[in-house]
Structures are given as structure tokens and as C-alpha cells.
């Protein structure tokens, strides 16, 4: 976790200006778990000025969306069982997947289309289709 924070502390991009300029705090989300309530990282984080943000109380899906993607991905038959090799390796499994939900996945919430489907308008042929059948 130190080396993502100071990865992340000392990135900064071009046109910001200087590293003497306005950086805005780093904020770690947690779901309020024990291991994210203990007084180590607590304080560490505290030392870090890093601020903390937290799920509702016995909430939780505080964040439905996330939290059903978070599932669909951990569920897929080529979720990988080893860590990737190399960032490149990741960014390919994740855009295999994001192409495979957004062209393939069909979703119950959008009466089993797939988002490319429902976003280009074809959703509204196919469910009538269906309800002629």
C-alpha cells in the first residue's frame, strides 16, 4: 500500500504546473471491514495524510453498479487465477472483458440485450421480436 501511495503522491501530470502547486488530498474509500478500521493503518494513513471515506453503516452495496460488476468479473471462466505478469497483460484481459460485457453480456436489468444493443436503439426490435414469438 506505501508503494501505491507514493506512486501515486508524487504523479503528477503535465499541465498542472509545478509539484509546488495545489495537490488535492488522496482519499482511500473502504467498506468499513475490520482490516481497514485497524489502529496500524489508521495511523499510517492519518501520517500520510491520506483522508479516509467509508460505506454506510450495515450498507453493504452501498454501490449496487459497482459492486454487480465487481461480481461479473470475479465470476468469468477466464478470471485469472495468478497475478498478471505486467500491466500490458492486465489492460488485455480488461479490455477483452469490457468488450465481451459491453457486446456479448446480456444483462437482466436491460431485458437480457446487451448494452451496445440497448444504446444503439436495436434493444427495441429485438424485444418485440421476442414478444411476438
Known sequence: MQRAYLRERYRWPSGYGSRQSYQPPLVLHDDN????????????LEEMGVLRSFSRPRVSNDNPYSESLFRTVKYRPDYPSRPFASK????????????WYNQRHRHSGIKFVVPHQRHSGAATTICEQRADV
Open 33 to 44: 471491514g475490520n482490516t481497514m478500521r485497524g489502529a496500524t493503518l489508521e495511523s499510517w
Open 88 to 99: 500490458d497483460e492486465a489492460c488485455e484481459w480488461v479490455a477483452a472483458f469490457v468488450d
